[in-house]
């Protein structure tokens, strides 16, 4: 033990000497100085709690009480195989990075960007000398106080009047004059965007027609074109309003809700995130819910949001952006002594190069003589281009030996499957078999993939596919309380070695259980069975299964189907595991570095709630297939298996978020198991997970200027190198609430409020759940509206942050998901679980698309115009999801990412729908008997091909097409209508009701 | 005589469950600093929790039926959270959900151990004074002694 962790001493350190280690107490700076101290503090009895930096973190060498196995000398077969050095030298060394923007090193009491570069100002500066020709129009004189009528004549107008005033993205607004912050401190660029323009006071005139009560100039609002902007260099805000009627039903017919704010375009990120620190990683790694971080107490309690980070670490980057490989070979990984933060962008150097200052903690760090570089005139290193790890935002680092506490884990897939009649009878055997049988060639890491099998029924079923044998040999135990497992070593298997053995048992796998007519499901049992198998190596676990668990331990029963239950205390005990055997299981299942993926087909109740928590607490994924019919789901299973099997994936990780002095994560929040208070442990981990996580201020007053936060995820990648993936962003500290919800980020607050909500379902009602839904964005609201309510007489209309405006809406389609609407008859309990597994591990743009869909017509390209490939993008311009967006005589297509629905109107002309589907018009579509298949001519072509290009924009899932005729009820109510979720379906208001009520609320 | 023992047998519980108490809050702070993993934390922890819950049961009951009224509804709150703990099975720590529970398991604990050193000082004033009574006062009356309930209330 003691040989390979060297730096140990400094990693588990007691919490009183380490002030920045993550789950610590706050302490004074002053203890911090002495290094030495951490080593005295560290109990050497205990077990380490897995650091990354130590390498050690997916694996507790030593746990008293448990042998584990898996830790000790490798003692079978396939572990020796890779226990060769698996050190490649793949240091890919990327090329030399070119132009640094914003270098990092500067003079040693420079902060990382050099002056010159300061990017919050440059975004601003150009707009600055825009001298307002505001049309001083009557309508601001209602909004601004009449005693400073002299402030419209300095106000800086930023281009001509906006009708719409959606302006977020260019312009980053003013506040009211926050107390300019000392300068001094902030040395050079990292100056927080002094927002010097502002974004068009915008209002959205006549969405309710009728006139705000509030003063004399009602009138104005109502239909007026030219909305009141213009701002004033000091004192406007930048939130934009709605006039919304005081009372339900009080608005004027006449008026439309066209003018609500909608997510049309799909997610935005934030632009002034990465335009103020462009050494930052790109956002689709990391979002903050705000990039303004709140510099006290009482600031974050009057921020009424979450305040956290999602974090997607393997997100997947377009060509040309990969993450540079950086491989220390030599030095080992730099990082820092005391908070063990890796070497980033953000770190300074001084004196002459020989030092390094972290930006975490502080510290100076001694340069190691292999990593020393002089320093030219500016304070730069002169071998800067380089060091990817010094000018990128994201780097991935090879982990040496000492990060290690076993070899490297080679891919290992298992596969339980669930061979009773259900399971047969629905096809679900055949497609799976010939799925993983064309994977074959694209599992990652050949040739040291593993693979191995085990079918279930009543009884379970081994396969020995040893090598040298021709045909798998089946073995079978039936005795389910004690289970044993036979032959242990030739269960799982190389596969380049065994591949012939494991191509025959593919084939022979339908065709085995046939005529099987068993009914039972030993579900515990195998699930025990695998478990033994796979906790030498650890692995993914991928579970078929299509029968309510029977047999053994783990059982299961009915429920769900109790209508009283809803709307009681018990109710949310529908959604949480019967039975404490699937916790533990899942515990020791990544304890053991084995991931569990369930794929569940049965049209009846399996209890997903309970079969879920195997997924949820290690690191996987549910894959739910209501009715299972080959016949149709084929092609979903087919792409979404293939994905899981062949998408790159990183093994044995565990990820820690590491942020600055006084700023600490408090609760996270997805699929994985906390390890320690903030190590997240993966078994697996692929670009399709992402996890939330919320922070806290430690200290009532943050004396920084700026808080870094770095994730770092270690891992084994599928080619047998240890790698350390590192994530750093800086964020600016603001002392003023406008600032916070200027650079709000709507994607990553409705990602964070969507999981928490979800947690929030497993231990109340849905009712309270969606009430605290509504009541967090009412809040929020009423602490925005308190900040601008009474210096610009805003009257009785709404208004928000410009960068919150769909806030709202998200809020409403969460209540509305399948995961947290209506009650017991509105959706399946087990379809209401999956969505909530599934929703918990989502990255934030396909949350926003699974909460607001995107609804194209199409039926105007396919008949006119000539090509495919040309003005694609027309027809994606995204449509408001109301029933009134819906032409009876357009075709149209609703795409939340999971699956299509092509809605067909009535009055579509016969040919065009004789053209697309097989069927005359008159046919229903019920019961998914008709599919879209490509046929032959040309508009048939065009659809298939629409459909093809939104596939391939989202891989992650495969969009199974669901036809709808108008009118064919329930069929067009279950898939479209209850989705358009700005329509008032099942008992929950529209859009403009929700809205209407928000602001009543807010308003009180 | 028999009262010593008894007072003896109630320090003796008494000292276990608060024994248990420290220990399992030990457990939940090395967690917290990292000293420990969940696994082995949760599983000590667990491991004590019925032997302590049926001994804590045990103390009550015996305190009722010798008529210790005070020190009885003394225990009888935690005697009662424990029951519905254990009814709605939540008695065990969860080791998936550990960290979100830590710190209100730890608050639990603490208020038990308060409520535990509480009677840990009656009992040891009690079993003083009974000493002293029985040693004192058997001479002259040893027939008084017989389950005066109102004495034992008002004593305290």
Known sequence: MGPEYPNRANTYQGPGSTPFAPPRNNMPISSNSVVGSDASSFRPTSVPGPVIGTGAPGFRPMQPGRPAPAYGPPTSGPIQRFATPQFPAASQVPPPQAANIGQPIVPPSMRPPPPSQGPPMSTSVNRQPQIPSVPIGSPPQSMYSASRPNMYQAAPFTGPPFPGGFQAQQSSPVSPPPPPPPQVPYQGGYVPPQPTTSTPFSSHQGAYGRAPPAASSSGMYVGSSAPPTGGMSDLVEDFSSLSLGSAPGSFDPGLDTKVLPRPLDGDVEPSLFAGMYPMNCDSRYLRLTTSAIPNSQSLVSRWQLPLGAVVCPLAETPDGEEVPIVNFATTGIVRCRRCRTYVNPYVTFTDGGRKWRCNICALLNDVQNDYFASLDATGRRVDLDQHPELTKGSVEFVAPAEYMVRPPMPPLYFFLIDVSISAVKSGMLEVMAETIKSCLDRLPGSPRTQIGFITFDSTIHFYNMKSSLTQPQMMVVSDLDDIFVPLPDDLLVNLSESRAVVEAFLDSLPSMFQDNVNVESAFGPALKAAFMVMSQLGGKLLIFQSTLPSLGVGRLRLRGDDLRVYGTDKEHALRIPEDPFYKQMAADFTKYQVAVNIYAFSDKYTDIASLGTLAKYTGGQVYYYPSFHSVIHKYKLRHELARDLTRETAWEAVMRIRCGKGVRFTSYHGNFMLRSTDLLALPAVDCDKAYAMQFALEETLLTTQIVYFQVALLYTASCGERR????????????????????????????????????????????????????????????????????????????????????????????????????????????????????????????????????????????????????????????????????????YIFDDGFRFVVWFGRMISPDLARNLVEEDSSTEFSRNKVCLTERDNEISRKLMGILRKLREGDASYYQLCHLVRQGEQP?????????????????????????????????? | MWEVILWFLYFIINMALIASNLYQIVCLTDLESDHMNPYESSSSINAVVIPEMVLHVLCSVFLLVTGYWFMFLLTLPIAVYNLMLYTNRKHLIDVTEIFRYVNAEKKYRFIKLLVYSFLFILIVIRSLVAGKFTNVLEPFHPANEDLNILSHVLEF
């Open chain 1, 724 to 891: 350390i993936r590192v994530h750093t962003a800086a964020a600016s500290v603001v002392p003023d609430l406008g600032e916070m919800y200027r650079q709000a980020d709507t994607g990553a607050i409705v990602s964070l409020l969507a999981r928490l909500a979800i947690e929030k379902s497993l231990s109340y009602k849905l009712e309270e759940t969606r009430s605290a839904i509504q009541l967090r964005i009412v809040k929020a609201l009423k602490e925005y509206r308190k900040l601008y309510a009474v210096q610009h007489r805003v009257g009785s209309r709404m208004i928000y942050p410009e960068s919150l405006k769909y806030l709202a809406l998200y809020g409403l389609s969460l209540s509305k998901s399948t995961a947290l609407r209506g009650g017991y008859a509105d959706a399946q309990l087990d379809e209401r679980c999956a969505a909530g597994f599934t929703m918990m591990a989502l990255p934030v743009k396909k949350m926003l698309k699974l909460l607001y869909p995107s609804l194209l017509r199409v039926d105007e390209y396919l008949i006119k115009t000539p090509n495919v490939d040309d003005e694609f993008s027309k027809v994606c311009t995204r449509l408001p999801l109301v029933a009134d967006s819906l032409d009876s005589r357009g075709i």
């Open chain 1, 971 to 1004: 069929r067009e109510g279950f898939f479209l209508l209850l989705n358009l979720v700005e329509d008032q379906v099942g008992g929950m208001n529209g859009y403009a009701d929700w809205l209407l009520q928000i602001h009543r609320q807010v308003q009180q």
